[in-house]
C-alpha cells in the first residue's frame, strides 16, 4: 500500500513537472512570434492557465521570462527595456488579483486582474518614458502599450477559460 502511495505521489510530481514545462515552454516562444497582441495574449493565457492547473508560484514563477525573450531576440524594442520590470509585475499583479478572485466569479476576476493591470502598466510606462523620453513620445508610448496590455490580458483570460474547460473534460 506505501508503494502504491509513493507511485502516486510520484506520477503527480510528474504530471505537476510536465504541465509547468508546457506553460513555461509557452511564454518563451510567444515572443519569437513577432505580434505583440499575439504574445501578449498567448503569455496572459499562460498566466491565468498557470493559476488554474498549478498555482500562483508557478504563474509568478512563469512571468519573470517572456519579456526577457522579447528583449534578447529582437521582438521587444530595446527603448521598452526599462519598462521590463514593470511587465513583470503587472504580469504579476494580473495572476495574483486571478487567483484571489477566481473562486468568487470567474469573469469578475478576469475584468479585476486585467483593468488593474492595464492600470498599473500605463501609469508606470507613463511616468518612466516621461523621464526618458519627450512628453509626446511618452504619450503615445504610454497609450498603446496600456491599451494593448488591457485587450491581451482580457483575450488571454477568456481563451484561457476556454482551453480550461475543454481539458477538464
Known amino acids: 500500500m506505501k508503494n502504491l502511495r509513493t507511485l502516486a505521489l510520484e506520477n503527480e510530481n510528474l504530471l505537476t513537472g510536465i504541465k509547468f514545462a508546457v506553460l513555461l515552454s509557452l511564454v518563451l516562444i510567444a515572443p519569437l512570434i513577432g505580434n505583440q497582441l499575439v504574445t501578449g495574449t498567448i503569455v496572459n493565457m499562460t498566466l491565468i492557465l498557470a493559476i488554474l492547473t498549478l498555482n500562483l508560484r508557478s504563474a509568478i514563477l512563469i512571468s519573470l521570462f517572456p519579456s526577457f525573450i522579447a528583449l534578447i531576440s529582437g521582438t521587444l524594442n530595446p527603448a521598452l527595456a526599462p519598462v521590463i520590470p514593470f511587465i513583470i ?3 504579476i499583479l494580473l495572476a495574483s488579483i486571478f487567483n484571489y478572485f477566481k473562486n468568487r ?6 475584468v479585476a486582474a ?11 510606462s507613463l511616468f518612466i518614458f516621461e523621464l526618458i523620453l519627450k512628453e509626446q513620445i511618452a ?6 502599450m496600456g491599451l494593448f496590455q488591457l485587450i491581451t490580458a482580457l483575450s488571454g483570460s477568456i481563451l484561457a477559460y476556454f482551453i480550461y474547460k475543454f481539458i477538464k473534460k
Open 105 to 110: 466569479d470567474y469573469w469578475m476576476s478576469i
Open 114 to 124: 486585467s483593468f488593474a493591470k492595464f492600470i498599473f502598466l500605463y501609469l508606470s
Open 139 to 144: 504619450d503615445m508610448l504610454s497609450t498603446t
Open 89 to 91: 509585475l503587472s504580469n
